[in-house]
Structures are given as C-alpha cells and as structure tokens.
C-alpha cells in the first residue's frame, strides 16, 4: 500500500467515524471508521519505513580511470624536430 491509499483510508474511515450518522442497525459506521483509520496509518509507517530502508547510502570502491594518455612522438620536419603529443578520451565524458 502506498502513501496516497493510506491517507485515502485515513480520511474515508475519519468520514465514516465523524461525519456519517447512519443506523444500520447490525453495522456500526463509527467502528469501521476507526478501523479504516487505524488501517491507514498502519499502511502509512509500513510505507514510510520501507522508504526510509530503501535509502541507505551505498559504498562503492572508486572506479579507477585514466583520464589523458600520452603518446608522445618526434617527428622531424626539415632539419627541425618537433614535438607532438596525442590525447585518448573516452567517449561519453565531457571534456
């Protein structure tokens, strides 16, 4: 049961405890009401709980990258040498 059918029994059953004066005769609408109630608010900390269970932070160990390799090259272009360096990224990452 959710947050949303928790509170939808709680204020169903507060109508029927509350606000409701009929007589049935065999069914009193005031006890249903607090029962739908009570029901309510059981579903509400049983939702709460599991929510609250679910948001454990986790540990995980760091992921090892290697963000910038060099490769470095010396070519030589009319009797001068020059130095050149290439960058490998990974695909997806920003730059």
């Known amino acids: ?3 949303g059918a928790s509170i939808f029994l709680i204020a169903l059953g507060a109508i029927f405890a509350f606000a409701v004066e009929a007589d049935l005769g065999w069914l009193n609408l005031a006890v249903v009401g607090w029962v739908l109630m009570l029901a ?8 709460l709980y599991f929510w ?3 948001r454990r932070p986790v540990v995980a160990p760091p992921v090892r990258e290697d963000a910038v ?3 470095r090259v010396v070519p030589v ?3 001068r040498v020059v130095q ?12």
Do not use: C, F, K
């Open 69 to 71: 390799v060099v490769d």
């Open 1 to 3: 049961m959710g947050i």
């Open 52 to 54: 609250n269970s679910r």
């Open 84 to 95: 050149e360096y290439r960058e490998v990224r990974r695909p997806g990452r920003p730059v």
């Open 77 to 79: 272009q009319s009797d």
């Open 40 to 47: 309510g608010v059981a579903g509400l900390l049983t939702t």
